[in-house]
């Protein structure tokens, strides 16, 4: 009965930014962790980013410096910063997060970087 809904895809020019929201609702007594993954077309799910309950963060190494993961946990939301788009990172964006050591999972959105 948790839901998540990823908001802020669309379509953007090599070098733009994108700001990517996910907004966690239902029976929530306390986030232990928040992320995002993204999935290419032919390409396995991977880890963007994610940050714990503490603040803590952790960065695909491919992707460290330009995008930025934050959270208001009072709104259980996180954030998504990207900058510096690129072609390569046109991918559908999930939202995942880590509710009473369960993992719910949003439905994506789609980013698309033309060049």
């Known amino acids: 009965q948790v839901q998540l809904v990823e908001s802020g895809g669309g379509l953007v020019q090599a070098g733009g930014s994108l700001r990517l929201s996910c907004a966690a609702s239902?029976?929530?007594?306390?986030?232990?962790?928040m992320g995002w993954y993204r999935q290419a077309p032919g390409k396995q799910r991977e880890l963007v980013a994610a940050?714990?309950?503490?603040?803590?963060?952790h960065y695909s190494d491919s992707l460290k410096g330009r995008f930025t993961i934050s959270r208001d946990n009072a709104k259980n939301t996180v954030y998504l910063q990207m900058n510096s788009l690129k072609p390569e990172d046109t991918a559908v964006y999930y939202c995942?997060?880590?509710?009473?050591?369960?993992?719910?999972w949003g439905q994506g959105t789609q980013v698309t970087v033309s060049s």
């Open positions: 995942n997060a880590e509710i009473s050591w369960r993992e719910y």
């Open positions: 940050v714990t309950e503490g603040g803590s963060t």
């Open positions: 239902g029976s929530i007594f306390g986030i232990d962790a």
